[in-house]
Nanobody, 115 residues
Framework: QVQLVESGGGLVQAGGSLRLSCAAS????????MGWYRQAPGNGRELVAR???????NYADSVKGRFAISRDNAKNTLYLQMNSLKPDDTAVYYC?????????WGQGTQVTVSS
């Protein structure tokens, strides 16, 4: 049974930082591409960052230079370091794994950035 459990969200002031974590189980984490997505109220879900099994990364233009995705295969954990946060970053952040089907998504963690 695949499980993806996010943690680390919260309320932070603009300019602050947060680190999200995603604990994964039930599949071969080290061989899986992983990603962070977010959904703000009234908006669709959007890609924030992805990392391949070989550590190739890609980012949404809106977070480039501020966010960093990483993985620890020994701990089966995905991370998202978020710096210089802006109010527009307020959203529910989701962890997901290839093949990106319904079972391969976490429940999300709320990030709220106050101005």
């Amino acid at each position: 049974q695949v499980q993806l459990v996010e943690s680390g969200g919260g309320l932070v002031q603009a300019g602050g930082s947060l680190r999200l974590s995603c604990a994964a189980s039930g599949f071969t984490f080290s061989r899986s591409a992983m990603g962070w997505y977010r959904q703000a109220p009234g908006n669709g879900r959007e890609l924030v960052a992805r990392i391949s099994s070989s550590d190739t990364t890609n980012y949404a233009d809106s977070v480039k230079g501020r966010f960093a995705i990483s993985r620890d295969n020994a701990k089966n954990t995905l991370y998202l370091q978020m710096n210089s946060l802006k109010p527009d970053d307020t959203a529910v952040y989701y962890c997901a794994a290839a093949p990106w089907s319904h079972d391969y998504w976490g429940q999300g963690t709320q990030v709220t950035v106050s101005s």
